[in-house]
C-alpha cells in the first residue's frame, strides 16, 4: 500500500526557514517523481515543486523560485522542501504527491499525503 | 486568479446526475489531457479521473469524464451523500510549463 506523510510543519516568523519531510513507502521510490502542492486558507490547490526519482532535475512555480528547495534521499524514501524567505502568503496546507511514473510533464497526481500546515506569521 | 474556470459551487439531490465544468485555453486543456481530484476537508486530494475520461482502481463508474476543445466535464451520476466535496480539474500547461489547477467547485448533496 502507497504511503505518503509529511512532516515539519509550524509556525514561522515571516523571513524565517522551515523545512518539510515526506516520507515514502510501498513503491520503488527511486523510480517515481514526487511533487509539493499547497492549499492556502480558503483557496484552492497550486503547485509548487516537483523533483525527477533521480533528483537530478527540478522544478518550482514562479512565486517560489529562488526561496524554496525541493530535494529528495532515496535511501530514506524521503522528498524534501526546504523553504527560505518565507511570507504570510506562503501560509498554506502542503501535501506531498506523487507521479505515476518519472516523466514530469502532467497533471497526475495518483497519491498524495495527508498533509502538513505551515503558517507564516509575527 | 486561476487559468481555468470552474463554477465555484454545484448542488444536487441524492440520486440526481451533476456535471462540474473546467474551461481553458489551448495552452492547457487544448493540448493535454485533464485530470480530475476529489478533496474532503481533512484529508489529501483523490485522483478521480486521468487522461480525460480514465477511471483509476476503485472509482466507482458513476464518475466520469469528457474533454472537447479547450473545456472539459465531470460527471457524477447517482449522487450520494458521500460525494459532497471539493471538485478540482487540472492539465498541464504548455505555456506556464508546469501543472495548473481549476480554481475548485464545492459540491454540496441536499
Known amino acids: 500500500e502507497v504511503q505518503l506523510v509529511e512532516s515539519g510543519g509550524g509556525l514561522v516568523q515571516p523571513g524565517g526557514s522551515l523545512r518539510l519531510s515526506c516520507a515514502a513507502s510501498?513503491?520503488?521510490?527511486?523510480?517515481?517523481?514526487m511533487n509539493w502542492v499547497r492549499q492556502a486558507p480558503g483557496k484552492g490547490l497550486e503547485w509548487v515543486s516537483g523533483?525527477?526519482?533521480?533528483?537530478?532535475?527540478?522544478y518550482y512555480t514562479d512565486s517560489v523560485k529562488g526561496r524554496f528547495t525541493i530535494s529528495r534521499d532515496n535511501s530514506k524514501n524521503t522528498v524534501y522542501l526546504q523553504m527560505d524567505s518565507l511570507g504570510v502568503e506562503d501560509t498554506a496546507i502542503y501535501y506531498c504527491a506523487k507521479y505515476p511514473g518519472n516523466a514530469m510533464a502532467t497533471a497526475t497526481f495518483d497519491y498524495w499525503g495527508q498533509g502538513t500546515l505551515v503558517t507564516v506569521s509575527s | 486568479q486561476s487559468v481555468l474556470t470552474q463554477p465555484p459551487s454545484v448542488s444536487g439531490t441524492p440520486g440526481q446526475r451533476v456535471t462540474i465544468s473546467c474551461s481553458g485555453s489551448s495552452a492547457n486543456i487544448g493540448s493535454n489531457t485533464v485530470d480530475w481530484y476529489q478533496h474532503l476537508p481533512g484529508t489529501g486530494p483523490k485522483l478521480l479521473i486521468y487522461s480525460n475520461n480514465q477511471r483509476p482502481s476503485g472509482v466507482p463508474d458513476r464518475f466520469s469524464g469528457s474533454k472537447s476543445g479547450t473545456s472539459a466535464s465531470l460527471a457524477i451520476s447517482g449522487l450520494q451523500s458521500e460525494d459532497e466535496a471539493d471538485y478540482y480539474c487540472a492539465p498541464w500547461d504548455d505555456s506556464l510549463n508546469r501543472p495548473v489547477f481549476g480554481g475548485g467547485t464545492k459540491l454540496t448533496v441536499l
Open positions: 523533483i525527477s526519482g533521480s533528483g537530478v532535475t527540478t
Open positions: 510501498g513503491f520503488t521510490f527511486s523510480n517515481y517523481a
